[in-house]
């Protein structure tokens, strides 16, 4: 942010007669304070490059106050891909309302299966099985397809090559067939060549299925999202990290169809990695879409920032000089926060499963003294009129 941009924040500031704690003790003051004091807040947070989607105020997701959720002194807990079954779904650990398989071992490698009804308290279910070398894992439902499930996940025996990512199918998420890595396609998604954006990858970040795509010769000009499979994935040089976007007819051999989130560069907060970003579509008429993104500058663990899109191709930064979800000191994110996890429902707000909410995230996180775990945050509402509830600079702890 330039230097004239800061003297116009601070000159709207100063020129405001009403504080925050002004209209919390007088809130029937008059001229209209209130109304003048709340566009100024989303007026800064937008400013700022946070805080607003279309001139609506974000709020700020409350913090679970027992977090984090999952935490083991003896393994990892992180890289969470969540399900949500209203009805439950049955495993060999009980019937859940909500399922996640995260990255759960005693080393770097291995897969668990958790099971909650109030995503606060997560059941051990099982590890998977069937897989190789298994780390970062997303899960994606195939209604109409010969398996209920099909995993994507970063085989950690392999960085430049397109085997680094993996493909497995299932029907009761535990166990697991068919698994293979992934094959190039005409326009290869991993190149292995040194300097390019996508020499390697460190697996996905979220696939969408399509059930009725017609799969059209790849090809410049194609619609991804036009194949019965699409898959945003990690990618590095080896160095810095950002997301390339592929598809594929049949989930294992893909073409690529370019970079779609870059990292932002020197002075901002995720200046040299993004990763992992799921997706929610928000209830609007248009269609827009929000991003859940791990970032940082000389890394990807600094924290979980935002962005909108409306195309899934092209994205807009909502947190630029912050992230919604940073590291906090002396707590367990004091080292990491990034890898999220993310279900939304607009709609009912997932009933009596746990807290009324239209978002509920897992955000991964590392202790100081080295314990990888999973916190909860949520949104009862996305957006806010509510002038204390407005997302402004400094982020979430947790």
């Known amino acids: ?57 974000i709020s700020i ?46 080393g770097s490698t291995g897969l668990d299966l958790r099971g909650s009804d109030d995503f606060k308290t997560w059941t051990p279910v099982t590890a998977l099985v069937g897989l190789t070398n298994p780390a970062h894992p997303f899960v994606v439902r195939t209604p109409g397809a010969s398996h209920a499930f099909r995993l994507y996940y970063w085989d950690t025996a392999n960085l430049y090559t397109v085997a680094s990512i993996r493909t497995a199918v ?28 996508n020499r390697g990858s460190y697996g996905p970040a979220m696939v969408f299925y399509n059930p009725t795509a017609s799969n059209p010769i790849p090809g410049p000009g ?17 160095g810095v990290q950002e997301i390339g976007l592929a598809y594929s007819a049949d989930g294992v051999t893909f073409d690529l169809y370019g970079e779609v989130f870059k990292f932002a560069g020197a002075g901002n907060w995720d200046a040299t990695h993004v990763a992992t970003m799921r997706m929610i579509q928000l209830p609007d008429p248009d269609n827009r879409w929000l991003g859940f993104y791990s970032g940082g500058d000389g890394g990807v663990i600094d924290g979980v920032g935002l962005a909108v899109s409306v195309d899934r191709i092209n994205w807009d930064r909502i947190s630029l000089a912050y992230p919604l979800i940073g590291r906090k000191p002396l707590q367990w994110n ?12 607009f709609d009912s707000k997932f009933g009596s499963d746990g807290d009324s909410a239209e978002i509920k995230i897992l955000v991964s996180g590392r202790s100081s003294a080295g314990i990888y775990s999973e916190g909860y945050f949520y949104w009862p ?18």
């Open 1 to 57: 942010m330039g230097s004239a941009e800061v003297q116009e924040i601070n000159r709207r500031l100063q020129n405001l007669s009403l504080s925050r704690q002004d209209v919390a003790e007088n809130p029937r003051v008059g001229g209209g304070g209130l109304q003048k004091l709340q566009a100024a807040l989303v007026w800064l947070a937008d400013q700022i490059g946070k805080g607003t989607i279309g001139g609506e105020a």
């Open 61 to 106: 997701p409350t913090v679970f106050d027992q977090n984090p959720v999952m935490e083991y002194v003896d393994r990892r807990s992180y890289y969470p891909s969540l399900l949500y079954f209203p009805s439950g779904f049955s495993t060999p650990g009980g019937t859940f309302k909500y399922l996640c398989v995260t990255q759960y071992a005693s």
């Open 170 to 197: 299932s029907n009761d998420l535990v166990n697991w067939t068919s698994d293979q890595a992934l094959a190039n396609g005409a326009f290869p998604i991993i190149t292995g060549v040194g300097g390019d954006w």
């Open 222 to 238: 194609v619609d991804p999202f036009d194949y019965s499979y699409t898959l945003y994935f990690d990618a590095t040089t080896g």
């Open 334 to 345: 004091e080292e990491r926060a990034y890898a999220v996890g993310v279900l939304a429902d």
């Open 381 to 398: 509402s996305l957006f806010t009129t509510d002038i204390n509830k407005v997302v402004i600079p400094g982020g979430v702890g947790g």
